[in-house]
């Protein structure tokens, strides 16, 4: 940690500085310049992270050094995570299809939509049981008989499931049934929730909160890494922004940056940031050459008559058309579709 | 709700949407322009809510007219709702002074600040015994030994507690000791959270998230109201933006903003936006000439030795004064502070 | 424009709404609902557009149907607009690769870089002579020798010259040398701008403000078509969002939604937007997957030494390999590259 | 500035960044802790700003200490800055009122409402002649006989006048009218505008942009500064934030952190950010308690048959009343009202 005084800090100032340093255990390097001095912290992470400095005397600015995270860190290992669930691979090379509607109607739309997503090549088959709405009057999912009816999918087409937890209390039943446990973006910081998952030990996909920033994403995995969990998907799903000509924008440098600072998959999810069946293509397919490890799309028999969300799914004719393409954008950046086994 | 048709929507296209319309069971009123063909759908608003239309052939746009929440609204109540707890009043001329500690950490520092406030003309205490952190590795609070030092300081000074929920698990204690419990801004979207507090009937005092529209932020209100608890005190404490000055933007034109929208209550918390001391003054007083129904702040015996968010807690022996300034900022907006009895 | 009244408003209000919409010329169509009333005004698209009645009594908003552009618009022309510049094309199936330093600084520099672009079968050939700087004390560009650099580099290889107008007093010089004149993000509303750029008729890159919407992006580009010069070229750069991992968020989304909305091309500049050389390549195939007509890239034979944003500058001899990944990414979207002749 | 390397940054990295710092000139400090190692650039703040080491290998973050701004900011200058300009005082203890039409219309609007606004206890009458518009179809303001009027309305009642220049073209005239010269948001980075009105040396208000970050205000302000005219008033009008419950976010944070950074008068302009008139009070009397230096608000005498923004515009007859609320909440903050002599 760098601490910058300011212009005008006094020597008792600077000197009170160096002893809140030394009184938590930790080394101070000051660097008196012409105009200002620098007092580097140097110690032990924890210790200095509890320096709070920022409003003290003499002090104009704290800069961190340190990544506030460890275990979701590319320092902590450099190659990529690679996770095998279901047969499937996600990470390194591997790029993983999830697809599936946005929440589980009824028998013949889960699991007629599970074969349409396993012929087409998918990886894994995503569906709702519980889903967290804006409005207390909307539908809220169909709760336990809706992770029957994705048993039922799996059952038939062996594909792996991946359904949201929305409260730890569910944690139970949810297990039976998830081979990927989703935590959406709204309960991204919901730490009790994290910390239950990370306890789980089952693979989550962490979708990256509307607001949140990159670094508050790799904390929230870090949540989980912790219990000793360490099969954590991040999911980049559309960021809140001024622009109002779609739901929400597409991070796609997520990508990289993600990559650059951290060793486990990123998968995209382009259905619910465009909001609009026509963007979920041309997304998908930029999210491929980006370098994504995979994509999570929405897909309907008959969005007209979905119960949420029809407006962005892909209609299950389609589908085939579009995992061809998405296959080819994969191979720009070095990358193969895995399918389940 | 109206539906914009494009211009190059055939007619068959416009039928389509009447029918859709209908068979909702609301009404279609559809006027024909030179360019374009608009359709107003009116009917039952759960009804109308589910005609998921954006997606749809021809269809341009689609404008909610009806708001999406009901009991939060200046609709269902011309008049500003008025809280009376523990003595103290929020709401229409009463502004509500709300202060304490971050979190509680020993009998002294919670007992003894408790008291100051009571002194300074406060209508409520604030302390946290259950603290979400954005890091896994920073301390999360005294739990249920930090509830009874907060029994404590009621018991010595009288104030009604304000005191946060996390986790919907730990209710029963936080029920014997807060008069109002506070749901925090990442678990704004909570809902299984929002609906346990709706039917523990316990006045709630809802932050705002940090990427939450105003409309959002009265929909979980709606959980809050819809299982019968009218007790919602709404809270900004800064949004997030582009602007890395300060912590977070303090969007204090909410407060006129949700005053037009809805009868309930509105507090600002300026010591979370600023993150610096030195800036809670003066946005408690801009809060306070603005219109607001009350402020939450830290105050600390000793920011420098405090355990969590020291920089912008004031200062007790500084309090006092803060007071009688915010108190003048009150009157401007017609607003007399309501002290604990 | 669709005019809805408040649930409260009084006949008298709604009576004299609908005399307002009458008295500009247009005609008036109310639904009246169970709840609220809605007023439809139908007519000549400026007349409406003076009717400012959002702050009127009993008005609870105005939506606006039309949109406010016509010559930008998909609705006037349905077919993508294509550009032949200098040999090149750019729009419907041909995709525009233009790359150059950020700024000229030398004739070595300037020539050599010109050919290792044309060589890798770029379209056109980009470099700054006047540069807007954030800092007064940061270089602002070789002004006119820098165009002479241009010239030459032209000479030498036929590419045609994009280069940024920051002034519209330097429009001559610039005139001799330019095939594209640049409007920089920060000028995307300097209106005398656009508007001169209008009448000089030579074809224009317009890039996005980093806070502007797509609609006020296509307001800005009808200045320019609206005096006679149909040759605008959309170019998304990145948007101004909270998240500070990287400089700007890249809006990929843009390209398919301007895409719907307008018949211009758009391009895509990844180096601004990301600020570093390892995130421009990943987002260069993101945006050609995506559908852009092209990109705009910064190149530099040797980043260390630029004078101005080198650590985003591909080098020179990475560049070929690079073109051959975008050219691929570019067939995904179904695009061909079109070289300069 | 200081240089964070890598962990897994070599030596030979470390040696190379080292040997750049000396090659401008500057001395370096490096600090090897256990993790990483950090090296600190210190010497002229132009050399060190040059160094654009953001790509270099082995370096993983770049942390400048120095502001960018040195004119405009509380190092050069302790106290603060007061400007009289035509016998007011704005600045220190003194608090400007600055009100008149959005765009002058006619001779009895403008001298009109100058006269309403001299008697309710202006500091300055404002004005538009000049007006930006978004769209190219819209009225964009009288210009030179818009000026002719203001100086009519100047020599009636003796206030002096601000009004904004769009185009460096249009200085003259608009010098021989403007006691002040606003420079509006949209144009904030366009320097060549900012560097001829530092050369013209008249007063300047100058307008956050919508998206400018504090920072690049005060940058804005120096390239005025730096010219040798020290009279830059700056103002805040509203920030693009995902909120769309009004125009813009009014930021009242920057007013205490503009005066921890700079020496320069701040004001606020509370009606474009609300964009409705019910908002103008409380965010005028937010902004005076918040400690502003004055506001600049838009009065009309019949907002009904305002030609543009009139929806936002404070009747003329209910001006009086409003200065007597704002002079209530300025006495909060310390200051006093000071009118035109």
Do not use: W
Request: aromatic share 4%; with cysteine; charged share 25%.
């Amino acid at each position: 940690m760098m601490i910058v005084m300011k212009a005008t800090a006094t020597e008792a100032e600077i000197d009170a500085v160096i002893d809140r340093i030394q009184g938590v255990g930790a080394v101070a390097h000051p660097s008196r310049g012409e105009e200002i001095t620098v007092i580097g912290a140097i110690g032990d992470r924890e210790h200095v992270a509890r320096l709070e400095l920022e409003g003290a005397p003499g002090v104009a600015k704290v800069v961190r050094i340190l990544k506030p995270y460890k275990l979701a860190s590319k320092e902590l290992r450099r190659e990529p995570s690679v996770f095998e669930i279901g047969g499937a691979r996600i990470g390194g090379d591997s790029f993983a299809l999830i697809a599936g509607p946005c929440t589980v109607e009824s028998r013949e739309q889960t699991v007629g939509t599970a074969r349409v997503v396993k012929d087409a090549g998918a990886a894994m088959f995503r569906g709702g049981a519980y889903k967290p709405r804006t409005s207390p009057y909307a539908f809220s999912g169909l709760g336990e008989s809706g992770l029957r009816l994705l048993a039922e999918a799996k059952a038939e087409t062996g594909l792996p499931i991946v359904t949201e937890l929305r409260d730890a209390r569910d944690l139970e039943p949810v297990l039976e049934v998830a081979d990927v446990i989703q935590v959406g973006a709204r309960n991204m910081q919901n730490y009790t929730l994290l910390t239950e998952l990370g306890r789980a030990g089952r693979p989550v996909l962490l979708k990256r909160g509307l607001t949140a920033t990159l670094e508050e994403l790799l904390m929230a995995a870090e949540y989980i890494l912790k219990e000793g969990n360490p099969h954590v998907i991040l999911c980049e799903r559309g960021i809140r922004t001024f622009e109002t000509s779609y739901r929400f924008t597409l991070d796609l440098l997520a990508i990289p940056v993600l990559k650059e600072l951290s060793h486990l998959p990123v998968v995209v999810d382009p259905s619910h940031a465009a909001g609009r069946r026509s963007l979920v293509e041309p997304m998908s397919l930029a999210a491929a050459a980006a370098g994504a490890d995979g994509i999570i799309v929405e897909v309907h028999p008959n969005p007209a008559e979905a119960i949420c969300d029809g407006p962005q799914a892909v209609v299950n004719d389609d589908f085939a058309a579009l995992v061809g393409r998405i296959e080819q954008a994969a191979a720009v950046a070095g990358k193969v579709l895995s399918a389940a086994v």
